[in-house]
């Protein structure tokens, strides 16, 4: 592998900042607003659209101790939402001016409680309530939600979010999940240019930065693949799947034992970019929007979930995958109970899983490296290459 | 040619030396605060058994927990597949592996050929470990290598809700104090522990001949209730708690000669 591409050391700068990054100071320091969500189904291009700068709250890429939190959510509330919570009770997220949620699952929708009775210190707290199903009923409810979210955000703070402003955004953000896509396009090959631990850095970086921004960064970076030689080899070919992961070294650890990550099915992956919002059919840019976002390459939580699986199994073929790890923070419940389902059906077309129950945050102990050395010995042998 | 494997676990070091495809030698020791000093003393205990230096020794690999704390391997290998090529090499009809070790217990499927075909790890707790035992034993004022033998002496089974180690520990605590025989106490911990090792080995393919490895596979009370569970008899080998390093030992064997079949003739 040649050198670290510049544009990548640039995605690096802007990652050592989190959560309060440097271009997130910078729009602050120009009198920005700046809006978090937590969960995929909270549509990013109306909150960009009011001119707010919308974040990613997440945890930090390491194991924090929860203590805080502890005492607001109970402990079976799964760690991804603690860590945001410990972190926002450490002070770090006090630069949000709105916190935006999801309904999504049990632990965002406690999260989200915790923030209006405990923490309700900025001008904004709001919860969409997201369907399980993508039935037209469905779609109008989840429409009429993301209407109430669009007022909102023009009350609190005072702004007009036009269908001009809506339709920009829809271009800004295609154009990221177009790159990303391309990006991921590369991971296919035998040598791909970056690792599976590069990737998730990579769109780390889209949550913590204005859009605008990290456009130019991600065109810079495509530039400089195509044009570089570089190449990352691994003997096996993995796929990562699970609950939230923002932390890179997770990815290594697991790559450092000789494999390739070389796709994922994450929020902070391919869920994130997967579809498009459409450009032509809706009249209504917010309509467009919102059939996107409940369309999009579903999370556990939907149903049915064969929806998910046809995915995951077309993209194990496309990306010429070998074994899936199953990433599952403890008490992620909508992961964990899918899980022997995707596993049955993976393991029918020949691929093998490994399952890792673990705390969100965690990168390298012992039993993950055993475990994933196991795994990759195996895989090896299946092919006759150990 | 000689060829060594070196197991640094969590509670117990082994090491073993095959010659001819037979154990030549094996040791089993205490692991200490450092991996490095401890591989080197299991190392330094069977050659001098052996009556040789390492200089005989064609090829090392270490597995378990300090698998990369051993300075003089050349390689390793994780302790999930040391434990099915040692577990093949005694029975090759062995298919099913309960791996019951200091600080976790695994379960392992392995095919003809000695390879692992599926595993499952119980998550980071005590509860059911070696260092559980251990602790129990302690508890009761035991000997660690007695509590098999005095739970198989129990009349009445005193049922345990759970192998949590620290609510274990004071169950066993208050009952001890209400005169509940060491032996029933121990018979209920042993019966609870199998069971979770059942429901671990429920997620993979529970299939004849079935083994039980690692240092708990010595404690004949504990081999009696994992029998009762499956309904199935374990096929063991004389010391279970040396497959590890047997395996890494073939390891060793198998990638030397692979390395030799690899490199061109000169």
């Keep these: ?386 | 040619m000689l060829f060594m494997g070196i197991d640094i676990g969590s509670r117990g070091a082994k090491g073993v030396v095959i010659e001819d495809n037979q154990i030549a030698t094996a040791f089993i020791g205490d692991t200490g605060p450092e991996s490095v000093k401890t591989s080197e003393m299991v190392r330094d205990n069977m050659l001098a058994k052996l009556g040789m230096d390492m200089s005989k020794i064609t090829y090392t690999m270490a597995t378990g927990y300090g698998r990369v704390l051993v300075p003089f391997a050349a390689e390793n290998v994780s302790e999930i597949s040391a434990h099915a090529k040692g577990a093949h090499w005694y029975f090759p009809s062995v298919r099913t592996i309960l791996d019951m070790g200091g600080q976790d217990c695994k379960a392992i499927n392995v095919n003809d050929k000695g390879q692992v075909t599926k595993f499952i790890m119980n998550d980071k707790c005590a509860g059911g470990t070696g260092r559980f035992l251990e602790l129990i034993a302690s508890v009761l004022g035991l000997r660690l290598e007695d509590i098999g033998q005095t739970s198989l002496e129990s009349k009445k089974n005193f049922p345990f809700n759970t192998v949590c180690a620290v609510f274990a520990k004071s169950e066993a605590i208050s009952l001890m104090k209400k005169g509940t025989p060491k032996s029933d106490i121990l018979a209920g911990l042993h019966d609870a522990i199998a069971v979770r090792c059942y429901n671990l080995l429920k997620r993979v393919n529970i299939e004849k001949d079935f083994t039980i490895t690692g240092g708990i596979a010595k404690n004949q009370g504990m081999v009696a209730k994992i029998k009762e569970k499956l309904g199935m008899e374990p096929v063991l080998a004389p010391d279970p708690q040396i497959m590890g390093a047997l395996g890494a030992s073939l390891f060793a064997r198998e990638r030397y000669m692979a390395k030799q079949n690899a490199a061109p003739a000169s």
């Design chain 1, 1 to 386: 592998m040649t050198d670290t591409p510049k544009a990548l050391e640039k995605i690096r700068e802007v990652n050592a900042g989190f959560p309060y990054t440097d271009p997130i100071k910078k729009w602050k320091e120009r009198g920005g607003k700046v809006v978090a969500w937590t969960c995929t189904y909270v549509p990013e291009e109306v909150i960009w659209a009011a001119g707010i700068l919308p974040v990613r709250m997440t945890g930090d890429s390491h194991e924090l101790e929860l203590e805080d939190a502890n005492a607001y959510l109970y402990i079976n509330t799964c760690s991804f939402q603690r860590a945001c919570l410990q972190m926002t009770l450490d002070k770090q997220y006090d630069f949000l001016d709105g916190y935006v949620s999801a309904a999504t699952c049990d632990g965002s929708r406690r999260l989200a409680d915790v923030w209006r009775n405990y923490i309700d210190n900025i001008p904004l707290v709001y919860v969409l309530t997201v369907p399980r199903k993508t039935t037209e009923r469905a779609h109008q409810l989840y429409i009429s939600e993301v209407k109430e979210m669009k007022q909102k955000l023009e009350e609190a703070f005072k702004v007009k979010i036009t269908d001009d402003a809506m339709r920009q955004a829809i271009k800004l953000y295609n154009h990221t999940r177009a790159m990303l896509k391309e990006l991921y396009e590369m991971r296919k090959k035998d040598k791909p240019p970056i690792t599976g631990a590069e990737a998730l850095e990579i769109v780390n970086a889209a949550f913590r930065m204005p859009r605008d921004e990290y456009n130019k960064l991600l065109e810079e970076l495509l530039a400089e693949l195509k044009d570089s030689k570089r190449e990352v080899t691994g003997k096996v070919r993995l796929l990562i799947s699970g609950s939230p992961l923002n932390n890179p070294d997770f990815i290594a650890t697991i790559e450092r034992e000789g494999a390739i990550v070389v796709t994922d099915e994450l929020c902070m992956g391919t869920r994130y970019w997967w579809d498009t919002v459409d450009e032509k059919t809706y009249k209504d840019p917010l309509e467009a929007i919102s059939r996107r976002y409940l369309n999009n390459f579903p999370c556990a939580r939907m149903v049915p979930c064969d929806e998910r699986f046809d995915r995951v199994l077309a993209m194990t073929r496309e990306y010429r995958v070998e074994g899936m790890v199953a990433e599952i923070i403890r008490y992620c419940v909508p992961y964990a109970h899918d899980e022997p389902m995707l596993r049955e059906r993976l393991e029918r077309e020949g691929i093998s899983v490994l399952e890792l129950d673990l705390e969100y945050g965690v990168s390298g102990s012992g039993q993950i490296r055993t475990r994933a050395q196991a795994f990759i010995e195996m895989l090896l042998d299946k092919k006759g290459q150990s």
